[in-house]
């Protein structure tokens, strides 16, 4: 059974350029959450999609966007990057209920120079 | 706004040297409290998940405790292996799954 996957595992952009990753979540999952880790914190929240729709939303500006597919597929986009977009990009995945357990995909490593 | 700290920042153990490591939050109405390990570059593991106070679960050398403002990740007789970086994250109830995530704790064991 596959886990989380994301692509691609790293990526190297400059300011002011744009930048989609992508997840696949885990078998049987249908709601995709994405996290921003800059090094030595925790992860941030940014956006959780469920049926296609952003469901919530995170402490991030309108730069930071996402789309989740018919497969239950995700992307991030984020435009006009910043130097200090620098961090891993965590996707994680879950089988809607209460009581979920979110399973954590291998990260994005972002670099903004 | 949920909180997470965990403490210590880091810890230094020799291999067989046993401890614990700390978790506090504070969140309206807990759904649940995880705990993931992470490697270096990696994506966070998941290790396990409390419900209720008075929880308790094991796995291997890990036990996990919850009580009503805090968790505990009891580590007994570490392995080198066993170095990582631990995370505790919480749940809120009504939040749709948003994981609010402490520092983590940088653990090294030593052969």
């Known amino acids: 059974d596959a886990g989380v996957t994301q692509s691609p595992t790293h990526l190297i952009k400059t300011r002011g350029q744009q930048v989609t990753l992508r997840c696949s979540p885990k078998s049987g999952h249908d709601t995709v959450s994405w996290y921003q880790q800059a090094l030595g914190q925790g992860p941030q929240f940014i956006f959780q999609?469920?049926?296609?729709?952003?469901?919530q939303r995170g402490n991030f500006p309108d730069r930071f966007s996402g789309h989740q597919f018919p497969n239950y597929s995700s992307e991030l986009n984020v435009n006009a990057l910043l130097l200090g977009d620098s961090a891993l990009y965590l996707c994680?995945?879950?089988?809607?209920?209460?009581?979920?357990?979110?399973?954590f995909g291998p990260g994005t490593r972002l670099t903004v120079l | 706004e949920d909180q997470v700290t965990q403490s210590p920042e880091a810890l230094r153990l020799q291999e067989g040297e046993s401890s614990s490591l700390n978790c506090s939050y504070t969140?309206?109405?807990?759904?649940?409290l995880f705990w993931y390990r992470q490697d270096p570059g990696k994506g966070p593991e998941f290790l396990f998940t409390?419900?209720?106070a008075g929880e308790e679960k094991e796995k291997e050398r890990l036990k996990a405790t919850l009580t009503k403002k805090e968790s505990f990740l009891h580590i007994t007789a570490p392995k080198p292996e066993d170095s990582a970086t631990y995370l505790c994250?919480?749940?809120?109830?009504?939040?749709?799954?948003?994981?609010?995530f402490g520092k983590g704790t940088l653990l090294t064991v030593n052969p």
């Open positions: 994680a995945s879950l089988r809607g209920g209460s009581l979920a357990t979110q399973y």
């Open positions: 994250a919480v749940q809120a109830g009504g939040s749709n799954y948003k994981l609010t």
């Open positions: 969140v309206s109405g807990l759904r649940g």
């Open positions: 999609y469920y049926e296609e729709e952003e469901r």
């Open positions: 409390l419900y209720s």
